[in-house]
C-alpha cells in the first residue's frame, strides 16, 4: 500500500524538475552565449552544483547486548531556479550487534533517493524526498537464542525541514524528517521522525 502513496510524488518531484529544466534550456536556446565554447557550459552546470553529506556514529550495551553503528550520506543538490534545488542523496549504514555467548552479526543498509529542497527564509529549508532501503529484519531462534537476519526493503517519504549555518561556502545544517510511508505502513519497524546533522557546500 505504502508504495502506490509513493507514485504521486514522485511523479510531483519528477514533473517539477523536468518543467524548470525545460524552462532554463528554452531561455538558453533564445540567448545562447558563446556556443564555440562548450567548457564554459559544463563550468555553467558546475556552478550550480552544491554538495553535502552526514555521518553518524554510537554505541549502546545493555543487558549483555552491544550494539555499534556507523553510517554516512553523501548528496548532491542541482540548483535549478531561484530557491530550489534537487538531485540524488545515499546513506550506508554499517551496525555490529554482539550477544554475550554468540558471535557478532555484521549488519548494512543502504538507501538511495532523489530530494526536492527550497529555501524558504535565510538558512531555513524545507525538504521532500523519495527513497527506496535495503537492510535486515533481526531474529532469534527460540530454541538456540542464535541471532539471524533476513532481508527487507522499504520504500520512504520524507517531509521535512531544517537550518543551515552556512555563508555559500562551507556550512553545517541540522534538519528533522517525517517519513510518512513509516507512518502509515503496520509492519514497518522504523522510527517515524529522523534527525539528520550533516555539513554543505556551496548550498
Known amino acids: 500500500m ?7 510524488l514522485f511523479f510531483f518531484l519528477l514533473l517539477f ?6 524552462a532554463q534550456t528554452n531561455r538558453r536556446e533564445e540567448h545562447p ?7 564554459k557550459e559544463q563550468s555553467a552546470f558546475m556552478s550550480r552544483l552544491w554538495f553535502g553529506g552526514g555521518f553518524g556514529i554510537g554505541f549502546s550495551g545493555f543487558n549483555g547486548a552491544n550494539q555499534f553503528s556507523l553510517g554516512i550520506s553523501p548528496m548532491v543538490g542541482y ?4 530557491p530550489f534545488s534537487a538531485g540524488p542523496r545515499v546513506s550506508l549504514t554499517y551496525t555490529s550487534l554482539k550477544l554475550s555467548g554468540q558471535k557478532a552479526l555484521n549488519l548494512l543498509e ?3 533517493g532523489l530530494f526536492l529542497r527550497a529555501k524558504v527564509f535565510r538558512g531555513f529549508f524545507l525538504q521532500g524526498e523519495i527513497a527506496e532501503q535495503w537492510g535486515n529484519d533481526i531474529y532469534q531462534d527460540q530454541f538456540t537464542g542464535e541471532l539471524y537476519k533476513v532481508p527487507n526493503e522499504f520504500s520512504n517519504q520524507y ?9 555559500g561556502n562551507v556550512g553545517s545544517e541540522i534538519g528533522i ?4 510511508a513509516a507512518a502509515n505502513n503496520i509492519y514497518s519497524p522504523q522510527s517515524v521522525w529522523q534527525p539528520r546533522f550533516g555539513f554543505t557546500w556551496r548550498f
Open 79 to 82: 540548483k535549478i531556479y531561484g
Open 159 to 167: 517531509l521535512g525541514a531544517g537550518y543551515n549555518f552556512g555563508d
Open 33 to 39: 552565449e558563446h556556443p564555440e565554447h562548450p567548457e
Open 17 to 22: 524538475s523536468a518543467n524548470l529544466l525545460s
Open 2 to 8: 505504502h508504495q502506490q502513496k509513493l507514485f504521486p
Open 110 to 112: 543502504t538507501e538511495a
Open 177 to 180: 524528517y517525517y517519513n510518512v
